[in-house]
């Protein structure tokens, strides 16, 4: 838990960082940083979902190559 602590500490640094350094201006880095992780840990929910559905639909797939190939 230590370590996703300090990985999402890390992650917010640098958003800010890299955002204030291409508008120089640090409140849109700060608000950036606060937005950014909400917004990416909501697309990573649906990523995770399409991926299950993705490796749903392949597995049968999968399955008859390694039939066909025994």
């Known amino acids: 838990m230590v370590k996703t602590f300090s990985f999402g500490i890390m992650h917010i640094s640098v958003a800010f960082l890299v955002v204030w ?3 120089g201006d640090w409140r849109i880095g ?3 940083a606060l937005v950014e ?3 990416n ?3 990573y929910h649906f990523h995770e979902k399409i991926w ?6 392949r597995a049968p797939r999968e399955e008859e190559t390694a039939a066909l190939a025994a």
């Open 41 to 43: 840990t909501v697309a």
């Open 21 to 23: 350094a291409m508008t």
């Open 37 to 39: 992780p909400c917004v």
């Open 52 to 57: 299950k559905r993705w490796q749903r639909r």
């Open 30 to 32: 700060g608000a950036t």
